[in-house]
Each structure stands twice: as C-alpha cells, then as structure tokens.
C-alpha cells in the first residue's frame, strides 16, 4: 500500500485515477481547492483535502506533502488567465516537486501533454502560450531534479470509456480518453522502470502496462 498526494483532485483525469488506486489497496489524499467539491472525491474513497495549490508556500507544500509516498501532478489551471498558468501549472508545480524533495518523497508522476517542449513552437500570440511555457518549464525542473519521476505525456484527451490499450511509440500527436490517462498514471506508478522516463502516448492497440514497459525499455 502507498499513500499518494494527487494533485488537482477534483480534474477529470484525477476523479477517474484515484478509484484505480484505492481499489488497489493505496491510499489517496486528493488535494482541491474547492471544499465544495469533498463530496465528489470523497465518492471515489479518495481523502479530500483542501488547499489552494496557487496559494501555497513552500513550508506548506512540504506539511502537505510530508508522510506520503508519491506526488501525482494531475492540476491545472485550466486556461484563461495567463498569470494564473503561470502561477499553478509552472510556479506552483515547481515548488511541489521541491517540496517533495524536502519531505523525503521521492516518486513523482507528471501529467503533462503531447507536445510538451522548451521548443514547443507555439506562438507567443497564441492563447496555449501561457500553458506550452509552463509545462516546458515544469517538465524540465522535473527532470532536472533528484525525484524518481515519469512525465505522461497523453495526446488529445476525450471522454471515451476506457480501452485499457494504448500506443507508446508514435511520433504523431492523435487522442486517447481520459480513463485510459487514468490507467496509465496508475500503471506507471506501480513500474519502476518508468522513473527517469517521459512517456508519450495516444489510444492504441497495446496493454498499458505492456507499453509503457517497452516505452522505458
């Protein structure tokens, strides 16, 4: 059993992970900034737990953090505001993942997306800017640091149910459903060999745990 931080519990990637992981036998303390959304994440036998992540210091990451097992980053700030991108998918990110460092957690799983990049192309005219410079900079602190992570990186997300199957070894950006991100957040948590890893990934024909095995072979 492993207690698990999940950041942005109330997402929609994060409410269909943390009933994968408590069925599991893990324990998920779900992390919302609405206390009106307890009650949905309570549904999924994960613990809500209400903090402000865009708020939040880096003494109260590490009380947040501290005692558990692995960060899962599933938040975001949804677009809109280019400050508060700024503020919750890079700034609040990083800090996270120092204070996971400092609180002696040493496994942290990324969510980011396809076409993530520090030379990701999008125009700086463009609304995505603000998200593609985020991610790029979080990615990359994540990387640089000493955690044991894997960043997940899916193509399109849809709403379709899951598949259970994916495709790991494609260059070409396609879509896959938000329940098999799901998955594949849990099955990567569960592989060390994963850790030092990004992970590309659309919809496919491939076993999760079989493709991302072969994907950080």
Known sequence: MARIALIGGHGKVALLLAPLLVARGDRVSAVIRNAAHAE????TGAEPV????????REEWIRLLASHDAVVWAAGAGGGSPARTYAVDRDAAILSMD?????????????SYFGAAIDHGVPADNSFFAYA??????????????LD???????ALT?????GRIEAASA???SVSRADVAGVVAAALADPSTVGRTIRF????????????????
């Not at 209400?50 to 210091?57: G, I, K, S, T």
């Not at 996971?100 to 957690?105: H, I, K, Q, R, Y």
């Not at 410079?133 to 000493?146: G, T, V």
Request: charged fraction near 25%; aromatic fraction near 2%.
């Open 172 to 174: 070409v950006s396609g």
């Open 202 to 217: 659309n919809s496919g024909e491939v076993p999760i745990a079989e493709a991302i095995a072969a994907a950080s072979a």
């Open 50 to 57: 209400v903090a402000d992540v865009e708020r939040l210091d």
């Open 99 to 111: 204070a996971a460092a400092e609180s002696g957690v040493r496994r942290y799983v990324m969510v």
């Open 133 to 146: 410079e985020s991610k790029a900079a979080a990615d990359a602190h994540l990387r640089a640091s000493e």
């Open 159 to 163: 709403s379709d149910p899951p598949t």
């Open 149 to 155: 992570w894997t960043i997940l990186a899916p193509s």
């Open 40 to 43: 949905d994440v309570a549904a």
